[in-house]
């Protein structure tokens, strides 16, 4: 399993607070032995490039090229393409000026289609960034990529940076995802964290509630409950074990994997729409665990309910 350092997650916890507040003027220098963090690192340093260029006038009809064959788009509220870089027409294989007006999700191989649902129905209903794998389709093959997006605060443009890998989509669904979940882990609470109990027992029910109310979100780890609900570790996971008889983690699992359950037998909701409403940032990942759990994809329970 990937997960940058303290000393990188602390820079990109600092850039993408500096980021989320509107100050895009912070560039980080790349690592010399870690190309997963350097991916990362591209996509964010070229997004303030662009965000600073929009916010000082300097943006024109073609977007900034940067170093490290960055794709870089700008789109609409109906995601058709505005302004694209020179490098993203050149890696395409595109005539100039034909992407202006076009559906981004043309560009895309039919694989990846439903990372790219997803993505939009995150930024739509929910955040102001996302981070995912992008598979563009090229005149020599697929290119895989792994892509920031960001929404522009003054204007609500959509801004999308691709920095190509060399990774199998699995090694960054378990890489990169846990990375930025990681980073996101140490980003500012929102208001009305929940106050530690006086009961020991009361705040681990407090808790378990919490996770239940919760499984949208990204996963906090047991660390991060520990801090946000103000319980030592060792007592939280033995709360777990006395009052639930599992894990903080299984418990977790099992309430969002029953949760899947219930939505696929229940409701006529996509399989995104589900993957999304039970905490998953990437498609895959959520199709692995719920086989993983149950033996079987979410597509044949729901092909036989």
């Known amino acids: 399993m990937y997960l940058p350092n303290q000393t990188q997650t602390y820079y990109l916890m600092q850039i993408l607070s500096l980021i989320f507040t ?30 600073e260029q929009k916010l000082t ?10 170093p490290g064959d960055t794709l870089a788009f700008t789109l609409d509220h109906a995601f058709r393409i505005q302004k694209f870089n020179r ?10 000026g034909t992407l202006t007006g076009t559906d981004f999700s043309s560009l895309l191989s ?56 060399s990774f199998t989509e699995q090694e960054l669904d378990q890489k990169l995802s846990r990375a930025m979940k990681d980073i996101e882990h140490h980003m500012p609470s929102s208001p009305g964290t929940p106050q530690p109990q006086n009961s020991e027992e009361e705040l681990i029910h407090n808790i378990a509630a919490y996770i239940r109310e919760h499984i949208q979100e990204p996963w906090l780890t047991v660390k991060g409950l520990a801090t946000k609900f103000g319980i030592n570790e060792k007592k939280l996971k033995s ?8 894990s903080v983690y299984h418990y977790y699992t099992n309430i969002r994997m029953e949760q899947a359950l219930h939505l696929l037998k229940t ?18 990942s959520f199709y692995r665990s719920f086989k993983q759990y149950f033996g079987c994809s979410p597509g044949s329970i729901r092909k036989n309910r």
């Open 22 to 51: 509107g100050n895009f003027s912070y560039r980080l220098n790349l690592s010399t032995d870690d190309p997963i963090f350097n991916t990362v690192i591209r996509n964010i340093n070229h997004m303030s490039e662009l965000m």
């Open 267 to 284: 409701t006529d909701q996509s399989i995104v729409q589900i993957a999304d409403s039970t905490g998953y940032k990437v498609l895959s």
């Open 87 to 96: 490098f993203a027409e050149l890696c395409l294989g595109t005539s100039p």
């Open 110 to 165: 039919e694989g990846n289609l439903d990372n790219w649902e997803y993505a939009v129905l995150q930024l739509t209903t929910r955040t102001r960034h996302f981070f995912t794998n992008l598979i563009y389709k090229t005149h020599h093959g697929e290119y895989p990529t792994f892509s920031f997006l960001f929404r522009a605060p003054d204007d609500g443009t959509l801004y999308l940076t691709s920095q190509r890998h």
């Open 239 to 246: 709360g777990f074990h006395t009052y639930y008889e599992t």
């Open 57 to 66: 006038g300097r943006e024109g009809d073609i977007l900034a090229d940067t």
